[in-house]
């Protein structure tokens, strides 16, 4: 199990435990809200990051291009999709 779904896993859990004691008339923890904001933030990135580090295609190709990323620093590879024609920036490694 991949930390991002161990912490999504935990702040579901403490979310549904802050309902019930909600329910039973407890006021919500300040726990609960940060649990929430986690777990909104969890799936804001694997929205939209998860894309971008999606498994490579069978039919994907480097093109043997390679550029340093100006924002990150990191050495990037170019991949080439013969069937959809998308190119893909992969950090090389991987």
């Known amino acids: 199990m991949s930390l ?10 403490l979310l549904v435990w802050s309902a ?3 329910y039973r008339g407890a006021c919500i923890h300040p726990l609960a809200w940060w649990s929430a904001v986690l ?10 990051y ?3 580090m999606a498994a490579r295609q069978p039919d994907e190709v480097p093109t043997g291009e390679r550029f340093i990323d100006p ?3 990191v050495a990037m590879e170019v991949w080439y999709s013969s069937r959809t024609g998308e ?5 090389v490694g991987e």
């Open 20 to 22: 019930v004691l909600s």
């Open 4 to 13: 991002r779904n161990a912490l999504a896993v935990v702040c579901a859990l």
């Open 39 to 48: 777990l909104v933030a969890l799936v804001v990135e694997r929205r939209r």
């Open 71 to 73: 924002e990150t620093g």
């Open 87 to 91: 190119r893909r920036y992969v950090p």
């Open 50 to 52: 998860g894309a971008k």
